[in-house]
């Protein structure tokens, strides 16, 4: 059975960093692309990137990128989402989920069950 | 980019009815495009992709149709547990957007 379980929820203040990690089982990991969802308060999905285990290829929105980090451990199978400098418009839950095997074309089949992060003074 | 512009925002609807929610793109995204529920609270499913492929476990009162720039999830016989809000993702090209989001509500 393919699961995405997530790390737990995060309470951080403004200029705090934090890493959330997804950890894959029931498939190979390394075959997978992995990616993050942001769910925002109200507001729709929004896809910030996905992660190719086997070789680390990443793809960022270009909303996202440089504004967090997506990285993956093969050994360990659980990929990762990384923030430094948070800020409150950073509240929000974020999804992993699993993408496709191999070449892009990208639909997300398996998700996590999500990681709020808060970010409050 | 390509942009994913979803209709209605809401829709109104009744348990029983047949609902239909369309997906259109800022540019051809050939059949390479996906819709998703999300229920209050809970992670996305994924209900179709590649535009009409129902995702095994899904159930058959779900369907997609379309290709290039317009698409469509037609609902049958709603259930209570396709009051939600509905997603459309095209993956034809990075970034692989979501349209902004269809909710069904009562």
């Known amino acids: 059975e393919v699961q995405l379980v997530q790390s737990g929820p995060e309470l951080k203040k403004p200029g705090d960093s934090v890493k959330i990690f997804c950890k894959g089982s029931?498939?190979?990991?390394?075959?997978?692309?992995i990616g993050w969802v942001r769910h925002m308060p109200g507001k729709g999905l929004d896809w910030m990137g996905v992660?190719?285990?086997?070789?680390?290829?990443?793809r960022y929105s270009p909303s996202f990128r440089g504004q967090v980090t997506i990285s993956a451990d093969m050994s360990m199978s659980t990929a990762y989402l990384e923030f430094d400098d948070l800020k409150a418009s950073d509240t929000a839950i974020y999804y992993c989920a699993r993408g496709p095997p191999g070449v892009w074309h990208g639909f997300f089949d398996f998700w996590g069950q999500g990681t709020l992060i808060t970010v409050s003074s | 980019d390509i942009q994913l512009t979803q209709s209605p925002a809401t829709l109104p609807a009744s348990v029983g009815d047949t609902v239909s929610i369309t997906c259109r793109a800022s540019q051809s995204v050939s059949h390479w495009l996906a819709w998703y529920r999300q229920r209050p609270g809970k992670a996305p499913e994924l209900l179709v992709y590649?535009?009409?492929t129902l995702q095994s476990g899904a159930p058959s009162r779900f369907g997609g149709s379309g290709s290039g720039t317009e698409f469509t999830l037609t609902v049958t016989d709603l259930q209570p547990d396709d009051f939600a809000t509905y997603y459309c993702?095209?993956?034809?090209?990075?970034?692989?957007?979501f349209g902004q989001g269809t909710k069904v509500e009562i």
């Open positions: 993702q095209q993956y034809d090209s990075f970034p692989s957007d």
């Open positions: 029931g498939y190979t990991f390394r075959t997978f692309w």
């Open positions: 992660i190719y285990p086997g070789d680390s290829d990443t």
């Open positions: 590649k535009s009409s």
